[in-house]
């Protein structure tokens, strides 16, 4: 496979993948954009044509054209392999034992594909269109957006969907893998559900409204179920596909597929509640909304709404639940570093209703949303008596368990201030309370620094592992320098010192390949992309032509390996120096401690020939 991968990787050009989702723009050897997996105001996303890699220095992700697209579209190795072949026009072989595996990702697509086909066509019968049809549309939901969003009816009945793909070939294991049927067990048995006798599976849908889920490619990967009008409500209002190999509750959007665009564009996402809120706001022209399906809102979820842009726009029900749903999400968001926004509704129980009732208010209602920092003080102030004691203290309290998601200080000290203006406190008291409360209960850390630290970092700054950083970096970005710089390199302190770098290892095990394809561990490989990137970005290589590039890399090489050869002499110089300080202070000899203390100080501060 990595044949086939290496193919890809040369019919495509990385400039020109990257281009379609970022906008790039030349800057020396590079390209630059502002990053599209983390907010930032300058650009420090890079991308190298000629090695066909991508290197972020502001969050550190970087790599090649599949681990932009895994990254960017939340794919999987596999599924960006089929969307990148596809796009370069390279066939890829088949992995070992497909054929006899019936139990593929792929083979649940298409059971998937095929039943949501079953359910659109139940929903143009006489039944479907009669009774549901009807029941949508005096919701509000125009007949385009049900063809767009492919909406289905699961007729009543235990085994229309089962029979229908058990006659197209499919076993009852693939479809019960696909979550659509449910096996006979005990627990069944023992419920009020009463089923044919002959039969140990059934359908898991039955009378009720289906709302396919779409991944980001566009494919089914799930359902949520409404209970169709006049039917059990005995049983829960929604049912959703449980998890299986392609679909998992806390990382799938309702309404992603439909709204990514729309999302990348307005650098912002509307999360809403139901899947009938995401319709509505699609036909109020409100394009970049999504929902979540039968779960809160998860960090998965946000870490993909993130990857579209940096805010987040919350519109829940008003009633108590959905505003408790709210300041959890928010919480979550923040701690994302998302821009976080509440929509409140002047009117009406959720964005569904509003949008059937009034889409210029619904439109009105998104645009007037209110910083969700700001949203919740004001819920807090109207909860609770300011002027008493009591009250300032759980207005306080309530405020500064939102506050603790706060990552951003100069965002966290100003809503301290406002708290503090609010309540009428001073701001040094409030600001104490917060800072006593972030400390004593902040449940987790405040970076996403991974804690896996490179051994070297620690002596950052000191000249010789600055000039060893930028030799290694030159390295790893032109095999011409790396090949010139080992051959130079003979047993000694330099070389020894060299070898202490942790990406020093791969440059020669390496030998004529890339050494990057030998690293394994995701910090040390994106430390040698953001090395190698650095280097191309110092002033000694600033506008000098790409032909000249390599030259000039070479003679500014051999200049820092040379000065590298004399930091190591001058800390061996030093060494000895203290040795013998430490021998004269022994012995009393205040003339010999003065003279080496000068020779000392002259070579610290680098005046020593």
């Known amino acids: 496979m990595s044949g086939t991968t290496d193919e890809i990787k040369a019919r495509l050009n990385v400039v020109e993948l990257i281009g379609s989702y970022v906008r790039l723009e030349k800057s020396g050897a590079h390209w630059k954009a502002c990053c599209p997996f983390h907010q930032e105001r300058t650009p420090s996303f890079m991308v190298n044509e000629e090695k066909a890699m991508w290197h972020c220095f502001g969050c550190g992700k970087g790599g090649d054209v599949f681990a932009f697209v895994m990254e960017m579209e939340g794919l999987e190795f596999r599924e960006a392999l089929k969307m990148l072949a596809e796009r370069a026009g390279v066939e890829l072989p088949q992995y070992k034992g497909e054929e006899k595996n019936k139990e593929t990702k792929e083979r649940i697509f298409d059971l998937l594909e095929l039943a949501t086909k079953f359910y659109e066509k139940q929903l143009s019968g006489n039944v479907g269109r009669e009774k549901i049809v009807s029941y949508l549309t005096g919701r509000g939901l125009f007949l385009e957006s049900i063809q767009k969003f492919r909406l289905g009816y699961a007729p009543d009945g235990w085994h229309h969907l089962l029979d229908f793909l058990a006659e197209r070939g499919f076993k009852v294991e693939e479809i019960e893998s696909a979550g659509l049927i449910i096996h006979k067990s005990k627990e069944n048995q023992a419920s009020d559900i009463s089923y044919p006798a002959s039969s140990s599976y059934y359908d898991r849908f039955r009378d009720r409204i289906m709302f396919p889920i779409f991944d980001i490619l566009g494919r089914v990967i799930g359902y949520s179920a ?56 699609h036909q109020a022209g409100i394009e970049n909304t999504v929902a979540v399906s039968g779960t809160a809102l998860t960090p998965e979820q946000l870490t993909l709404i993130k990857r579209y842009g940096s805010e987040a726009r919350l519109f829940f029900d008003m009633d108590g639940a959905g505003q408790k749903a709210a300041r959890k999400s928010a919480e979550l968001a923040l701690e994302k570093e998302l821009l976080v926004s509440v929509i409140a509704l002047p009117f009406g129980k959720d964005a569904a209703e509003m949008g059937k009732e009034d889409p210029e208010k619904l439109r009105e209602a998104v645009a007037r949303s209110v910083p969700a920092l700001k949203y919740f003080l004001e819920a807090s102030l109207e909860k609770y008596d300011r002027s008493s004691s009591e009250g300032k203290r759980k207005i306080a309290d309530e405020y500064t368990e939102l506050l603790m998601f706060v990552k951003n200080p100069i965002e966290r000290s100003h809503w301290i201030k406002e708290l503090a203006r609010e309540i009428k406190m001073e701001e040094k008291l409030v600001l104490g309370v917060v800072q006593t409360a972030i400390q004593g209960g902040e449940r987790r850390e405040r970076s996403d620094v991974p804690t896996k630290e490179l051994s070297y970092s620690n002596s950052f700054g000191k000249r010789s592992e600055l000039l060893r950083e930028e030799l290694v970096g030159m390295m790893y970005a032109d095999r011409v320098v790396r090949e010139t710089l080992l051959n130079l390199l003979a047993d000694g302190e330099t070389k020894a010192f060299l ?69 190591i002499m001058r800390r061996e110089k030093l060494i000895a120096l203290e040795q013998s300080l430490g021998e004269a202070r022994e012995k009393k000899d205040k003339s010999l401690e003065k003279k080496l203390l000068a020779e000392f100080t002259a070579i610290s501060l680098d005046k020593f020939s």
């Open 499 to 567: 070898e202490k770098h942790p990406l020093y290892f791969f440059l020669v095990q390496a030998g004529e390949r890339e050494p990057l394809s030998f690293i394994e561990d995701a910090l040390l490989k994106s430390e040698a992309m953001r090395l190698s990137f650095r280097v191309l970005e110092l002033p000694d290589f600033i506008g000098v032509p790409d032909e000249e590039r390599i030259g000039k890399m070479l003679e500014v090489a051999k200049k820092y390996l040379e000065n590298l050869k004399g930091e």
């Open 226 to 281: 409404r209970v169709a009008p006049g039917g059990d409500e005995t049983q829960a209002k929604y049912i959703n596909t449980p998890e299986t190999p392609v679909y998992h509750k806390s990382r799938a959007l309702y309404g992603l597929f439909h709204g990514k665009q729309a999302m990348k564009q307005a650098g912002a996402t509307v999360i809403v509640e139901g899947n009938m809120d995401v319709i509505a706001m």
